[in-house]
């Protein structure tokens, strides 16, 4: 997945770029999101659901704000149904207790002969309903 700067994302949103997908911080894994309209330059920790710029040092230090703008955020993706996933012509992957993958992406028709040879039709029927399906997103 493409990694930003909180600076990056920063920009970006002010610029009316709507991201899908939430955020997590590769140093400490908190998580943010974006913003609804019209507060797309916003970012806000899902845990607390405060604004990133509220963990900062009380005197508003220029350290503090220069680590915050260069932390960097690694895209999350959100997982979509089965059929999204099959009809999106991308490579796609899926987490479920049957089957792992440990996050490799596969073209469609590979991956549904190796479900096939693998699990009961059982199992094939779990993990197309209840799995968590990924599309690989486009590099930039």
Request: net charge negative; hydrophobic share 30%.
């Amino acid at each position: 997945m493409k990694k930003y700067r909180t600076i990056d994302l920063l920009y970006e949103g002010y610029n009316g770029k709507t991201f899908k997908n939430n955020f997590k911080n590769i140093k400490t894994g908190e998580i943010i999101e974006q913003g609804k309209y019209p507060r797309l330059e916003c970012f806000y920790f899902i845990e607390t659901g405060k604004n990133i710029f509220e963990n900062i040092d009380g005197n508003f230090k220029t350290d503090s704000l220069r680590q915050l703008l260069n932390q960097e955020w690694e895209e999350m993706p959100q997982p979509v149904s089965f059929i999204e996933a099959i009809e999106s012509c991308k490579p796609i992957r899926v987490e479920h207790e049957y089957f792992c993958m440990h996050g490799n992406y596969e073209d469609t028709d590979h991956l549904l002969m190796k479900i096939g040879s693998i699990l009961t039709p059982y199992q094939i029927k779990k993990v197309t309903r209840d799995g968590k399906w990924y599309i690989k997103e486009d590099e930039e």
